[in-house]
Nanobody, 130 residues
Framework: QVQLVESGGGLVQAGGSLSVSCAAS????????MGWFRQAPGKERDFVAA????????YYADSVKGRFTISRDNGKNTVYLQMNSLKPEDTAVYYC???????????????????????WGQGTQVTVSS
């Protein structure tokens, strides 16, 4: 049973920074790509960032490119999302997700699609005040 537990959300002023983490358990973490998605009230769940299982490839939504950084620590079974220069429109529940298939070598189109991920965390709220 794969479990993903997010932490680190909270309230921050516009222009500030916040880091969220996702701790994984239940299967070998290092063999699976990981992603972050977010969902604002009344909106669909949107892709934010993803990182390959090797950690050598990262992918970002255009709206966060240059402001957010995804990383992983396979020794700690954890994936991180560092968020800088936050904007009110970044306010959402942020979800961590784990790839269904191990050792994938696919394009950004694959990793940016929710259907690629078979496991999801419970989400953590990020609120950016103006």
């Amino acid at each position: 049973q794969v479990q993903l537990v997010e932490s680190g959300g909270g309230l921050v002023q516009a222009g500030g920074s916040l880091s969220v983490s996702c701790a994984a358990s239940g299967r070998p973490f290092s063999n699976y790509a990981m992603g972050w998605f977010r969902q604002a009230p009344g909106k669909e769940r949107d892709f934010v960032a993803a990182i390959s299982w090797t950690g050598t490839s990262t992918y970002y939504a255009d709206s966060v490119k240059g402001r957010f950084t995804i990383s992983r620590d396979n020794g700690k079974n954890t994936v991180y999302l560092q968020m800088n220069s936050l904007k009110p429109e970044d306010t959402a529940v942020y979800y961590c997700a784990a790839d269904s298939i191990r050792n994938t070598y696919y394009s950004r189109n694959y990793y940016s699609t929710p259907a690629a991920y078979g496991y999801w965390g419970q989400g953590t709220q990020v609120t950016v005040s103006s």
